[in-house]
């Protein structure tokens, strides 16, 4: 015969368990709703940006050049290039924390044959640096510039 205790005990744990589900399935909703959210705002950024460089010339070169901490590093070379941008997305993964910056070019890009650009920063649990290869038009690589022009080829790094 089974105690009181016995089955309260038995009870107890049957509504932990059913509180552990509802919980669980609470943090799923609530993080569904999240990402329903930020899918909803990005695609508002991204139809606001769209927009704008429909009626400002060189939108996305204007904002980057205008940035106080970008405006020191961007080169007329530079300029050239981000005039041709037609999209930028910011993403983050919350489960590697990476962190990607994509850039998407108009068909006139003189400089590379990309129509995009990516850099991921960021990973758990060591950090990474990961880079789009540019597929550099002949003789517009920075090298072949520097070169043409007698100066130093540039640090990859940099």
Do not use: H
Not at 26 to 53: G, P, V, Y
Request: aromatic residues 6%.
């Amino acid at each position: 015969k089974v105690s009181s205790n016995d089955a309260k005990e038995k009870r107890m744990n049957e509504l932990t368990q059913e509180i552990d589900q509802l919980v669980e399935e609470e943090d799923m909703r609530k993080a569904q709703i999240k990402m329903e959210c930020c899918d909803a705002s990005n695609k508002a950024r991204k139809e606001m940006a769209k927009l704008a460089k429909k009626q400002i010339p060189a939108f996305w070169r204007e904002c980057l050049c205008y940035n106080e901490t970008l405006r020191c590093i961007i080169s007329k070379e530079d300029e050239v290039v981000l005039n041709t941008v037609s999209e930028m997305d910011f993403t983050e993964d919350d489960e590697t924390a990476m962190f990607t910056v994509s850039v998407k070019f108009d068909a006139d890009n003189n400089e590379f044959t990309n129509k995009e650009l990516k850099r991921s920063f960021g990973g758990m649990p060591t950090a990474v640096s990961e880079t789009t290869g540019v597929n550099w038009k002949k003789g517009r690589s920075p090298d072949a510039r520097n070169e043409a022009e007698g100066r130093a080829p540039t640090d990859p790094n940099c």
